[in-house]
């Protein structure tokens, strides 16, 4: 789940950089397109079947996903840059509150604490506000985080099926593809320049390869750990956006940093203590 966060702040940083060239929807395209082929060929290299016996499970997780990915960029375009990362960020409250209700999985308070602990150190960090007349786009970004929880928590029951992380993310780029791919057709695609082509590349490698770490990890990892480790991505995009852009981390900001690492170090030391999940093969 570690790789999957800096990898997702990496796309993070690379879709900044692309909004310049590019629409939310087209970069979601793209996106989602270089992922079918990478997958797809991953699959064919090692033989394995492209059908699945889940298939209405990978279109729930498809469509659950691709909503919340773009309910996340409508918000990027409409709110500031901290309000949209915060409110999307509630996923890990949503997925641990899943987690139980869905999963049935024992709650385990010392690691629900650990996401709270989290979730305060990135309402430190990005110190969100909210513009008046923006509810609207608040409340989206609040639902592309619950849609998020839903699609993770797909994640973990296509694995205790017996689900390829190959597989996971083959169906979820291939519908998302499809569907933005549609959308798109009854509106424009920007043109490409050489610099808008790197940046797509560069989005889809770092996308493919942090939805395939965040799968592994939903499938062998228990639940409410990959949860609270999923904070660092928040962690990594401010770090990247310091080394970057030089921006300047206020005292409250590093205590916020302080709690993300403290959240993620004590759920870190409290899996020890969970039942051991044996991955399917």
């Known amino acids: 789940m570690l790789v999957a966060a800096f990898m997702f702040a990496c796309m993070g940083v690379l879709v900044k950089l692309g909004a310049a060239h590019f629409s939310s929807t087209e970069l979601v395209f793209y996106r989602s397109l270089f ?16 059908r699945t016996p889940h298939w209405r499970m990978h279109c729930w997780r498809g469509i659950t996903g691709l909503v919340s990915l773009l309910m996340f960029f409508y918000c990027l375009t409409q709110l500031p840059l901290a309000t949209a990362v915060s409110l999307n960020y509630t996923w890990p409250l949503f997925a641990a509150l899943f987690s139980t209700l869905i999963l049935k999985e024992h709650i385990h308070w010392p690691l629900i604490c650990t996401i709270l602990l989290g979730f305060i150190g990135v309402i430190l960090l990005l110190r969100p506000t909210l513009p008046e007349n923006d509810w609207m786009a608040g409340l989206m970004g609040m639902a592309s985080g619950f849609f998020a929880a839903i699609a993770y928590i797909n994640v973990k029951q296509l694995g205790n099926l017996g689900e390829s992380e190959w597989h996971v993310v083959f169906y979820f780029t291939l519908i998302s593809t ?31 390869l942090a939805q395939l770490a965040m799968t592994r990890a939903y499938h062998q990892g228990a639940t409410l750990l990959v949860t609270s480790l999923g904070y660092s991505t928040v962690l990594f995009a401010s770090l990247l956006s310091v080394l ?35 991955p399917h093969k």
Do not use: H
């Not at 043109?191 to 082509?197: A, M, Q, R, Y």
């Not at 852009?245 to 870190?268: D, K, R």
């Open 178 to 208: 499809l569907l933005t791919g549609v959308w798109l057709l009854f509106t424009t695609f920007s043109p490409i320049t050489w610099t808008g082509l790197l940046l797509l590349l560069g989005t889809g490698m770092t996308a493919t």
């Open 244 to 278: 970057l852009w030089n921006e300047v981390l206020s005292p409250v900001a590093w205590l916020g940093v302080g709690l993300i690492i403290l959240g993620g170090s004590l759920s870190g030391i409290l899996s020890f203590k969970l039942p051991v999940t044996i």
């Open 35 to 50: 992922g079918v082929w990478m997958t797809y060929l991953i699959i064919r290299y090692y033989r394995l079947s492209v």
